[in-house]
């Protein structure tokens, strides 16, 4: 129980699996320390304990034999969360199970029995990774697998996946939300309200690299935010593109967040008794729904639709009208296929557009929509939002969307026949940050106490890029003891290194740079001046193709254009890896003042 705020909650973890799966083992702990970093960065009084038989049992003889001495090690009977893993092997047989890992779910499953399907959480993925058994035993063993899987398939939802880091994603992307399912449990309890994302105290650590950023770790976006804020009260939609890792995300919970306030206010209003307030603002008043394609484990048209519905009912209807119910629609019943999702998507928009009272609007914010690009169904998809959004039917006025993704998504507003053409109001491009947020970003967390070399110098190496300054500002916290003034310019140094050594971004971000994208930044980082952009056409000699590039690389927070068609290298970390991995020479540094504001 969190029964004050100096306890602290520990969700005891165990971890079972055969043999085979060493891989994924390994990435549950990486998993859980990154989790656990998260929630000490938030002061929230809950810590995840992974258990498992290689660290948590020792040497010993036991009457049940070596399984026995594992369960006293391991007390699943008392855990939170059991995370079972299998691939091609089901394990040897011991006195009660045809494996040690299903004599370890055993316990797990008749101690959540007992407790009326409440405790432990059983999470159990399978791998789908392509296997041919070459060996009778082999056979037999997959045999084996197979029986424990349908054996329970009436009882739960399991998740499959192919590779080790599929595995990693879903298993933080679960472990999150079991987190916030027993905070919110154990919370109501106490009559104590949680909040996921508390604003830090004192001595904390607050720069985020991980999730998106706090309200208060917030900086710069405020015309995009504004823009959307006052659009999507008037029925606009919007597109938001921008590089990874540049803000998208975080900014679609900034305006999540304060359209979630307004609707608070509307309601504390009425609690006070001032009943004409709400009448003359309603139309004012947005219920944000916010979605990302990451967090399904199978994306599907349907499976979106359910969410959005879903989302309105707990996030927004619980709130401002709970007297609704969206559940019991037919979108929710085992008729709802993917052939006539959209239809049943629709009646359940239009029930509750006319269930809610005068002109309260809905917005539906989808981040990471580059992932439904390669979707057979994209294109449908993309136009049945479109016929939502132009709709002549009065109830769908009521309906906008905010979509967030890189510059995969630009031809969903720009090019002819597209299914966003004439739709969306304003496509808003995500760049870095300008050097007086960046400075702001810097200094404020820290009470302005941070050397101002050392500022500069960690806004020159990021170029302004949010998640690179977060990064560094996160590592130089930890390393100078939360005493900033003693930092240097070594300091960032060594951080910058480390991410060399430990983080693979640019290699994420540069996949996508064809021959042109790298002879252009090549041009441009190896000048100690502006570069012209007649100067790369010249260097690529088509234009379509040089002008492609020049947007790929600012969209990457690479480059800036600091006056028109005038572009210096962005970052100097980007630069410094850029020519350690992708040319075999760098030229000369960069003025550091190119980098503009």
């Excluded at 969700?11 to 990435?27: F, H, M, T, Y």
């Excluded at 009559?191 to 904390?204: E, F, I, K, L, Q």
């Excluded at 359940?348 to 809610?356: E, S």
């Excluded at 996949?511 to 001046?529: M, N, P, T, W």
Aim: charged share 25%; glycine share 6%; proline share 5%.
């Amino acid at each position: 129980m969190l029964s004050n705020a100096r306890e602290f909650r520990v969700i005891k973890l165990i971890l079972a699996s055969p043999g085979d799966v060493s891989g994924e083992r390994n990435r549950v702990v990486q998993v859980v320390d990154e989790l656990n970093s998260e929630l000490q960065d938030q002061a929230a009084n809950v810590t995840l304990r992974l258990y498992r038989w290689e660290t948590d049992s020792h040497p010993g003889f036991h009457a049940a034999g070596p399984q026995g001495q594992i369960d006293k090690g391991l007390r699943i009977q008392d855990c939170d969360v059991l995370i079972g893993i299998f691939w091609k092997r089901f394990g040897t047989p011991t006195a009660d199970a045809e494996s040690g890992t299903e004599h370890e779910f055993k316990i797990a499953h008749e101690s959540w029995q007992r407790s009326g399907g409440q405790q432990p959480r059983i999470l159990l993925y399978f791998c789908q990774k392509l296997f041919f058994p070459g060996t009778d035993e082999e056979v037999e063993q997959v045999g084996r697998i197979l029986r424990f899987r349908k054996k329970l398939e009436s009882e739960g939802l399991f998740a499959a996946y192919s590779e080790e880091i599929d595995f990693e994603r879903a298993l933080r992307r679960h472990l999150r939300k079991v987190v916030t399912e027993i905070r919110n449990e154990e919370a109501a309890e106490t009559h104590r309200p949680v909040h996921p994302r508390p604003v830090a105290s004192a001595g904390t650590n607050r720069f985020e690299y991980t999730v998106p950023v706090d309200p208060e770790m917030f900086y710069g976006r405020s015309d995009e935010r504004q823009e959307i804020l006052e659009g999507v009260k008037r029925g606009h939609s919007y597109a938001v593109i921008g590089g990874t890792r540049i803000g998208k995300t975080s900014l679609l919970y900034e305006v999540k967040r304060k359209l979630l306030e307004d609707i608070q206010q509307e309601v504390a209003s009425v609690g006070q008794g001032n009943a004409a307030a709400p009448a003359a603002t309603r139309a004012d008043v947005v219920g944000p729904v916010f979605l990302s394609t990451q967090q399904f484990d199978a994306l599907s048209p349907l499976a979106i639709y359910r969410q959005v519905m879903q989302d309105f009912a707990t996030d927004i209807c619980s709130v401002r009208f709970p007297h609704v119910e969206l559940r019991s629609h037919a979108l929710f019943s085992e008729k709802a296929t993917e052939q006539n999702a959209f239809s049943l998507f629709t009646e359940a928009l239009k029930a509750a557009v006319r269930l809610l009272e005068g002109k309260f609007r809905i917005v539906i914010l989808l981040d990471e929509v580059d992932l439904l690009q390669d979707m057979p169904w994209a294109k449908t998809f993309f136009n049945n939002i479109r016929a939502l959004t132009q709709a002549a039917d009065r109830d769908f006025r009521a309906i906008s969307w905010v979509i967030a993704g890189t510059l995969a998504i630009d031809s969903l507003y720009k090019e002819a026949g597209s299914p966003f053409v004439n739709v969306l109001a304003a496509k808003l491009k995500l760049g870095p940050l300008t050097r007086d947020e960046s400075l702001a970003l810097i200094q404020d967390p820290l009470g302005g106490r941070v050397p101002k070399a050392v500022a500069e110098r960690v806004y020159l190496e990021s170029g302004g890029h949010p998640f690179l300054i977060q990064f560094l500002m996160h590592h130089l916290y930890d390393d100078c003891g939360a005493a900033p003034h003693r930092l240097t310019p070594e300091s960032i140094t060594k951080q910058v290194n480390w991410f060399f050594d430990t983080r693979s971004e640019f290699e994420f971000w540069t996949r996508s740079f064809g021959d042109a994208e790298l002879l252009a930044y090549s041009v441009i980082a190896g000048s100690d001046k502006p570069t012209r952009k007649a100067e790369v056409l010249g260097k690529i000699g088509d234009p379509t193709i040089a002008n492609h590039a020049l947007t790929q690389l600012a969209n990457c927070a690479v480059i800036r254009q600091v006056e028109r068609n005038h572009f210096v290298c962005n970052g100097e970390m980007f630069r410094t890896w850029f020519f350690e991995n992708r040319v075999p020479e760098r030229p000369p540094a960069p003025n550091a003042v190119s980098l503009g504001t």
